[in-house]
């Protein structure tokens, strides 16, 4: 039995230890965690080979940088390290699944999950969207918000599909320059997610 197994040895505890190079407080720490960090990745992707892969992945960078670790809350850092993970995953595709859809189920999960967090990223894409030139952002919104095809967007403001796309590529383009890609790719589901809840 691991001599650090027992409720004695609070989370941060076992980090102090993990960062001594103590494999044993690893070990327990990876045992407490893994299973419902493993349903969580795979509740949203529904793959369990990729989301095995995603908590091993995790908790390997984790002993990896462990003399440089500065973690407040270990199940919340094992969370959102998961979560973003999960993300990295249906971008690249490794999810083998259609992407706007589970982005929506991400999205939310992590309304329901960390309904602050989620209104903190929502704001700064909100006062992003805001900076954006104004025909840029109008385009933007009928295409994210109201979810409306580049050929209805140009007949609304009657430019061609060509310039449609070029504002929403530029308005792309701003948002990578200022935002997380993994958060980014995420945030933009909000309306498909809240028509959800």
Known sequence: ??????AAYKDTALLQLIRKGEEPAFTELFYRYWQSLYEKA??????PAV???IVQDVFYSIWVRRAELDIQSVKAY????VRFQV?????????GLQMQERLTAVTVDIMEDD????????ELLEYLISKLPEDYREAFRLSRQDQLSYKEISQRLQISERSVEHRIAKSLEFFRTHYRYDLLIVMLM???AGKLL
């Open 1 to 6: 039995m691991n001599k650090y197994s027992n």
């Open 42 to 47: 795979n509740t949203i992707l529904r793959n």
């Open 51 to 53: 989301s095995k892969d």
């Open 78 to 81: 094992l969370e959102q390290a």
């Open 87 to 95: 993300f990295k995953a249906i971008r690249d595709h490794k999810a």
């Open 115 to 122: 309904p602050l967090l989620f209104k903190e990223h929502q």
């Open 190 to 192: 909000v309306t498909q």
